[in-house]
């Protein structure tokens, strides 16, 4: 009954190459984000869908496209991958009128 | 500005008390966050606060607010060896949907 989980959780490719992270969250939250945390553990947000509508969109590469195919579900696909793509992502999710957010485990992806 | 700051390192003996400071730069920050990462996991939420207070315990955590100084601290009474991780400050304002992190503190207690 894990509350947002992520799919894979260790993910290691070759560079060039192009792969996808799923996240889903049964708390009936509406709002869910794309975090990535880097090797000095510094935490950016990435994006964010309010039901399945993209609101928050930051500096990130086009090579980077999320996909919300409905309110549990928001699925990270990266294209040709480099060196430095290679962090932790985590996926969150929060409820609009609600305080907090909740996180994931985590994909750790390491880049060849 | 969006800039969040905290000190790198902290190391305490176990059994004392340990203290961790956030600086914050956004005056329309509604509430403001503590979670904890330890190795190999994700964020977890330890408390919050919100803007109009100026403290909230829980048990072992205290939370200060200064909101002048735009300073968040958290205090963590009688530290335990399994406190040892990085801890995350966040700041959210009334309204939007994003929250701004800090750079995370690393606390090493020692035994």
């Known amino acids: 009954d894990t509350a947002v989980s992520q799919t894979p959780k260790y993910l290691v490719t070759q560079m060039g190459n192009d792969k996808s992270i799923k996240c889903e969250q049964n708390?009936?939250?509406?709002?869910m984000y794309w975090y990535k945390q880097d090797s000095k553990k510094f935490l950016k947000i990435m994006f964010s869908?309010?039901?399945?509508?993209?609101?928050i969109n930051e500096t990130v590469p086009n090579r980077f496209s999320p996909k919300s195919p409905d309110k549990a579900h928001l699925n990270l696909h990266i294209n040709s991958l480099e060196l430095g793509d290679s962090a932790v992502y985590f996926c969150?999710?929060?409820?609009?009128?609600?305080?907090?957010?909740?996180f994931g485990p985590g994909t750790r992806l390491l880049v060849l | 500005g969006e800039d969040v700051e905290q000190s790198l390192f902290l190391s305490v003996r176990e059994g004392d008390s340990s203290v961790i400071n956030c600086t914050y730069t956004?005056?329309?920050?509604?509430?403001l966050y503590w979670y904890k990462q330890e190795p190999g996991a994700g964020l977890q939420l330890l408390t919050y606060?919100?803007?109009?207070?100026d403290m909230k315990q829980d048990q072992r955590l205290t939370v200060l607010l200064n909101k002048k100084d735009k300073h968040l601290s958290l205090r963590i009474a009688d530290t335990q060896t399994g406190d040892s991780a990085i801890y995350f400050c966040?700041?959210?304002?009334?309204?939007?949907?994003?929250?701004?992190f800090g750079t995370g503190t690393r606390l090493k207690v020692l035994a």
């Open positions: 969150a999710s929060s409820q609009v009128g609600e305080v907090t957010q909740y």
């Open positions: 708390l009936g939250h509406d709002t």
């Open positions: 869908y309010n039901n399945k509508e993209l609101i």
């Open positions: 956004d005056s329309s920050s509604t509430y």
């Open positions: 606060i919100f803007s109009n207070m």
């Open positions: 966040a700041e959210k304002a009334s309204g939007t949907y994003k929250y701004i």
